[in-house]
């Protein structure tokens, strides 16, 4: 019973709550409704630190400790919609897993999430996080996202969540003709989140926002 409270949410973490955040994707211009639907689904509270879960449906991102965020939803369904767009998902590659929402998200749209995170710590929690909702078709690994994940390319589609100053070269080899990647790129100057699909014989890059996300960093971190 108690974690099933815990999953539907009570006062600033209950229906009306997301249904409010819902509205706003909407006037930003999210208009894909099998992500909406997901959007709406998703409990956003439970992969926040109970201090902060009263916040999770305000439309901005939130600290999760370790330096990093959970990302604001505008961007988890700006970045989802836009690999969505591209047909059906089999193999999706995720660079950075941390808490696990956007993992989550991509979960229910997608066969199969292949995820890489280099803090071990949150790994591990996002791994419990997604358990609890009971989704089973992610992989885990706990190594340097810059490197993506060979041994399980070419993906369909292919999800940054933290920015390069450059596009790693390893993600573009990684994915499939008409694949699509989503990052950001930049560094503290400004950001810009961009979509790039692989052609026959090239790659096509269209700028989708102007964001401001991590820093992707190299290397494993234990704990």
């Known amino acids: 019973m108690a974690g ?54 305000e439309d901005v991102a939130l600290p999760i400790g370790h330096n990093q965020t959970i990302s604001q939803p505008f961007i988890v369904a700006r970045m989802t919609e836009a690999i969505v767009d591209s047909g059906p998902l089999e193999k999706v590659l995720e660079i950075g897993t941390g808490c696990g929402y956007q993992t989550a998200v991509i979960a229910q749209l997608a066969d199969t999430v292949y995820t890489v995170e280099r803090i071990k710590p949150l790994l591990a929690r996002a791994r419990k996080n997604l358990k609890l909702l009971g989704l089973r078709n992610v992989e885990y690994k706990h190594d340097d996202g810059s490197l993506g994940w060979e041994d ?20 573009l080899a990684q994915l499939k003709e008409g694949g699509r990647l989503v990052i950001p790129v930049g ?3 400004g950001q810009e989140l961009r979509l790039i699909t692989r052609t026959a014989d ?22």
Do not use: C, W
Request: charged letters at 20%; hydrophobic letters at 40%; proline letters at 4%.
């Open 187 to 189: 560094g503290e100057g």
């Open 152 to 171: 399980k390319g070419i993906f369909d589609a292919i999800i940054t969540t933290a920015a390069p100053q450059q596009v790693p070269a390893e993600l």
């Open 202 to 223: 090239d790659f096509t890059t269209e700028v989708l926002n102007l964001v401001r996300f991590v820093p992707l960093l190299v290397g494993q971190v234990q704990n």
């Open 4 to 57: 099933k409270l815990n999953l539907n949410g009570i006062g600033m973490t209950s229906q009306r709550t997301r249904e409010r955040l819902l509205g706003r994707l909407i006037e930003q211009g999210i208009t894909n409704m099998e992500v909406l639907d997901v959007m709406r689904s998703t409990p956003r509270h439970i992969f926040l630190d109970e201090a902060l879960s009263h916040r999770a449906y």
